[in-house]
């Protein structure tokens, strides 16, 4: 039968074909076009023979009365082959007002006009392009004209739909302390917190961000984003709800990696305080690196030679011998140059116990937060912090859970549960 309908279309096209035959992108653009028309005919077509949410004369109401079909009223939708007019069934309740067309929630269809196909299109090129861009691309990749406005309408609806489901899902815990099931049993986890900054109306506000990652196995690496503007505590409690998933209490050991921040350290002390806290290398290393900057200047050969000599300290883990070489500097020095250095010993003294950088590497322990700067840098940074760009709280919000969901592997179980029609 294909191959009947096949041979059919081959000659019917036959003309254009002819016209193209030695470039085969033009043959595969003409066979696109062609099947775009084909597609919207026989989509028309498929859901023009359906009852599309009739259920009968009447259907009971919420408020104890009975809804009564009035008729079938159309709506214009746009799919992903062009415009087509969907006919669906409508019932009124006479007593409470309210009415229902029982096919759009069906159907996944949600108030910004587009198929479910075409509005998924939509997000998972604005997860990473910006919705101008987006809205350009699904022009060239469908032929379809969306606007951008259409676009980041259709985000902020779905991606408040998975930002709702985030926060549910932490309500429900809190509310019933049931411990959701572990999805893995790793031998080492990995749990990575930091901080970054986004553009909400003309001001900059922190993102929390949290990488949780390990190896199975096969030596195969996952890792789990999260993000957010909750406050700490709440974004602590996402944190180790998500590390639940992923395993923590299968796990063989924790090692928590972060940059020794406040609130950083607390969320270490409430949920992780089993595991190995290390102040993030990278981290520290600055600390010196701006002490000899205060010292002897920026970009001398004397302040990379002192920052050299006090790295060797820490990385072998002797920060005693550290904070005496500073401390006996310390007498040295006056003002702005002993205000740095009582910085930096009061910044060795309060994480020296999460300083053992030479313990950590023997026991092969990552030591410092590449996973969640690069989480920051591609969750956040990415996609909310291209030039030019100003979010309000709604619009960042969901962007930002929309994109987590997708790097998460979570795309397929958010549309599933059709957000357009919630």
């Not at 572990?182 to 929390?208: F, L």
């Amino acid at each position: 039968m294909y191959a009947a309908i096949i041979e059919q279309l081959a000659e019917s096209f036959k003309k254009e074909f002819d016209l193209v035959k030695h470039d085969l992108g033009a043959v595969e653009e003409v066979i696109r076009q062609k099947m775009q028309i084909l597609g919207l005919g026989l989509l028309q077509r498929l859901v023009d023979s359906q009852p599309n949410g009739y259920q009968g004369s009447s259907l009971p109401c919420s408020c104890g009365g009975s809804m009564k079909f009035v008729q079938h009223r159309s709506r214009d939708i746009h799919s992903i082959f062009g415009w087509m007019e969907i006919k669906r069934a409508y019932y009124y309740c006479p007593d409470c007002r309210r009415s229902l067309t029982p096919y759009d929630r069906s159907s996944g269809l949600g108030s910004e006009q587009l198929s479910p196909a075409l509005a998924q299109a939509c997000c998972l090129l604005a997860v990473d392009d910006s919705f101008e861009v987006a809205s350009r691309k699904i022009e060239r990749l469908f032929g379809q004209s969306v606007s951008n406005d259409t676009v980041k309408a259709v985000v902020h609806h779905v991606g408040s739909v998975a930002l709702r489901d985030e926060q549910q899902a932490l309500d429900e815990f809190l509310a019933t302390k049931c411990i959701p099931e572990a999805q893995s049993a790793p031998e080492r986890m990995y749990i990575t917190p930091d901080g970054t900054t986004v553009c909400e109306e003309g001001v900059w506000h922190e993102a929390k961000v949290g990488c949780i990652y390990w190896q199975d196995e096969y030596f195969k690496r996952h890792a789990r984003y999260l993000g957010g503007f909750d406050n700490s505590e709440r974004f602590g409690w996402k944190l180790w709800l998500a590390a639940c998933r992923c395993g923590l209490r299968q796990a063989g050991e924790l090692v928590y990696i972060g940059d020794g921040a406040g609130w950083i350290r607390t969320e270490q002390i409430r949920h992780f305080s089993k595991g190995t806290f290390i102040i993030d290398w990278y981290h520290a290393s600055e600390h010196i690196w701006d002490c000899g900057k205060a010292l002897l200047g920026e970009g001398t050969a004397a302040t990379a030679q002192w920052v050299g000599k006090h790295l060797d300290l820490l990385w072998e883990g002797r920060t005693k011998k550290l904070l005496d070489a500073l401390m006996l500097q310390r007498k040295r020095h006056k003002g702005s140059k002993r205000a740095a250095l009582n910085s930096l010993i009061n910044y060795i003294s309060t994480n020296e116990e999460q300083m053992r950088y030479d313990v950590y590497r023997a026991k092969g322990y990552d030591i410092g937060s590449g996973a969640v700067e690069g989480a920051c840098k591609n969750l956040v940074g990415k996609r909310l912090k291209q030039s030019g760009m100003r979010w309000t709280r709604c619009g960042s919000s969901s962007t930002l859970a929309l994109r987590i969901t997708w790097l998460n592997e979570g795309w397929e179980e958010l549309w599933s549960k059709k957000p357009l029609a919630a």
